[in-house]
């Protein structure tokens, strides 16, 4: 026999019982057992009364999370009174009743952890296809962004054009490396930046580039060129470029100074730009 027609048999064997008790228990009973599930409808869940289909349905809808709740204790309750006092409550009908509503109940709640995590994993996503939402997209075109913090929002208001030195050392590619020595060692700038026959820009050479190799290209010194030392990973900024770009490129090329071409495609040299200068207007603005 199967687990719930074991447990709804009991209210064929209750009548039994009933049967053998004296009459005014008998009578008391149902009364009792009529009063408790009347208590429990009106009071507490009239969706328990009836067959419970419609419950069923919502159940299987998703609907009335709460009403489920509810169903699943008092359901339970109100049947098993109902047997215990000699009334008929069903078989399948309660089982129905009180399956769908714990399945359903219980599958709601499984569903709260995946949309959460879709929601967070949404919100990461998108913040990394654009760091910018609708709200802050406007202030990030005036120069203040939000994330980055107070320091990036002064840098950001002050462009490579307002700082930048005019002057820088520039050689061409062919000058012999005897000649490029005495330039390297004379000035404020720490870098000479190298250009072709067309005056663009090609890279740069700093003397710690090349200190650590001198000892052992003395012979060679006579025949090497501009050219044969030049770093040509060595970025260049443009004049409307923000102070802030120009310190992740500093961070990220670990230089004191980056050329300043006029554009990229011509990469014509208009100045250089340092570190302590980005630094001495980053003070100023603060002060």
């Known amino acids: 026999m199967l687990a719930h027609e074991t447990f709804f048999s009991t209210g064929e064997y209750s009548l039994q019982i009933l049967a053998e008790m004296p009459w005014w228990r008998r009578m008391a009973m149902p009364t009792i057992g009529g009063i408790l599930v009347g208590l429990i409808v009106t009071r507490f869940a009239p969706e328990v009364k009836g067959s419970g289909i419609p419950e069923v349905m919502e159940s299987v809808a998703r609907k009335g999370g709460a009403i489920r709740f509810r169903v699943v204790i008092t359901k339970a309750v109100a ?3 109902t047997l215990g006092s000699g009334g008929s409550a069903g078989r399948e009908g309660p089982i129905v009743h009180i399956g769908s509503a714990i399945g359903s109940t219980l599958g709601q709640f499984l569903q709260v952890p995946p949309r ?3 929601c967070v994993l949404s919100v990461l996503l998108a913040g ?3 760091r910018n939402s609708i709200y802050t997209e406007k202030l990030a075109q005036r120069g203040i962004h939000l994330f980055e913090g107070r320091d990036v929002n002064l840098l950001g208001s ?3 054009r307002d700082v930048m030195d005019e002057s820088p050392k520039v050689v061409d590619a062919g000058m012999p ?3 490029l020595l005495p330039v390297l060692l004379s000035g404020r700038h720490r870098e000479v930046l190298v250009i072709d026959d067309e005056r663009r820009y090609l890279g740069a050479v700093a003397l710690d580039d090349i200190k650590e190799v001198l000892p ?3 012979d060679l010194a006579p025949l090497a060129v501009a050219a044969d030392a030049v770093n040509d ?3 260049f900024v443009l004049p409307g470029d923000t102070l802030d770009v120009v310190m992740h490129l500093f961070g990220r090329t670990h230089r004191n100074e ?3 071409c006029k554009d990229p495609n011509s990469r014509e040299i208009v100045g250089i730009v340092s570190r302590d200068v980005v630094i001495e207007s980053y003070n100023q603005r603060i002060f």
């Open 158 to 160: 002050i462009e490579v």
């Open 233 to 235: 990973e060595i970025p």
């Open 116 to 118: 959460m995590l879709t």
């Open 216 to 218: 052992e290209t003395h």
């Open 79 to 81: 049947a098993a009174v």
């Open 258 to 260: 980056l050329p300043v």
């Open 128 to 130: 990394r296809l654009h």
């Open 177 to 179: 490396f005897t000649e």
